[in-house]
């Protein structure tokens, strides 16, 4: 499995480009920014772009949804509790005083429970609410992509709209630390960590 991670975007979120090794096909997860160094890098590894997801609607994670699109073809994955925002990104960049492009409509939306499959890849989705009410999280075997919901010793804001600080607690206690410890956690802003060292170190959560 190749895991390359970008900083993109105003506010340097995390892209993740996901490939199969062996099939060569892939996922882009949370295009924030900076389409054309994502795209360099998928040049860079041979890799066919088969789906664009996104954890949530925020701005600076799907800023390079449409030239993303454009360019690949591929669809555009969101929760369906996200998915009105990708249309008014750039009003939410505004109240940052920054500049986004409108995201396309979603070609799919996905839920708790959905399997991702590309190449021999496979990504459970686990709907994580609390940063957003629909955000997510992407499970494969000894990984997990969190969007905002899960931060190295933090956890992502619930003052925007539509957080729920309550929620977001429930979804981490309930949803990712369900998984092994040894999970490594890929979070949308930040350093890697893993399940373990935020159970046991995270203060949200002693």
């Known amino acids: 499995m190749i895991i390359e991670s970008l900083e993109v975007g105003p506010i ?11 099939t060569k096909e892939a996922a882009v997860i949370d295009p924030g920014g900076d389409a054309d ?3 360099m890098e998928l040049a860079k590894q041979k890799l066919t772009v088969k789906y664009l997801i996104n954890t949530h609607g925020h701005f600076d994670h799907v ?13 555009i994955l969101i929760h369906e509790g996200d998915a009105p925002m ?7 960049a505004l109240m940052f005083g920054l500049s986004a492009e409108n995201s396309p409509a979603p070609d799919q939306k996905i839920s708790d429970g959905d399997k991702i499959r590309f190449g021999e890849i496979t990504l459970k989705v686990i709907h994580t609410p609390g940063h957003s009410p629909g955000g997510v999280a992407l499970s494969t ?4 992509f969190v969007g ?21 607690i429930n979804s981490v206690r309930t949803k990712l630390f369900i998984l092994d410890d040894n999970t490594v956690v890929h979070c949308g802003h930040g ?16």
């Open 37 to 39: 160094l994502i795209l």
């Open 63 to 75: 800023g390079a949804n449409k030239k993303m699109k454009e360019v690949t073809g591929a669809p």
């Open 191 to 206: 350093p890697d960590t893993t399940i373990g060292r935020e159970k046991q170190y995270n203060p949200f959560f002693r």
């Open 86 to 92: 990708l249309l008014r990104l750039s009003t939410d």
């Open 141 to 144: 075997e000894g990984h997990v």
């Open 12 to 22: 340097m979120a995390n892209c993740f480009i996901l490939g199969c090794e062996k």
């Open 148 to 168: 905002d919901t899960l931060f190295s010793g933090s956890i992502g804001r619930t003052d925007l709209p539509g957080g729920d600080y309550s929620a977001l």
